[in-house]
């Protein structure tokens, strides 16, 4: 029998600190944000709607002219907003089959985007970090 445990931890930052995570959730926003307009804007055009992979190789890109500013913080707080929304879509298209069949009842959420008022955002980090 495999168990998997979780653990909530709560970090005591210091100023320095605490501006580097709210930068890591603000780009995380931002890249969440920006797939969703490409997403939607995509799909407008072709009738079909880009993967986080793509996306992720088109952020690559503008990140050099366009978005400078995405350097100060780590790759992977993107890349986890970017499947965050890919899995935002999978979640959707699978209730509007459910509500087809009848065995959704609710409302059907759409993706939408994130605001910087609604407060202080998260970011997910993968590999191992040290705090």
């Known amino acids: 029998m495999k168990v998997t445990r979780g653990y909530k931890t709560e970090l005591d930052l210091n100023n320095k600190q605490r501006t580097a995570c709210l930068k890591h959730a603000g780009c995380a926003r931002f890249a969440y944000n920006w ?8 799909y407008r055009a072709t009738g079909k709607r ?7 190789k088109e952020l690559n890109a503008l ?11 780590s790759k992977c707080a993107m890349q986890e907003a970017l499947r965050d929304l890919e899995k935002a879509y999978k ?8 509500k087809k069949q009848g065995k959704w009842k609710g409302k059907l959420g759409f ?4 605001k910087k008022s609604k ?3 998260s970011f997910r ?3 191992s970090i040290k705090v």
């Open 119 to 121: 407060g202080i955002g």
């Open 50 to 56: 880009p993967t986080a992979i793509d996306l992720h």
């Open 91 to 98: 979640n959707f298209f699978r209730r509007v089959e459910l």
């Open 35 to 42: 797939g969703l307009a490409c997403s939607q804007e995509a």
């Open 111 to 114: 993706p939408t985007f994130k």
């Open 63 to 73: 990140k050099k002219t366009d978005y400078p500013w995405m350097y100060e913080v």
């Open 125 to 127: 980090l993968t590999g």
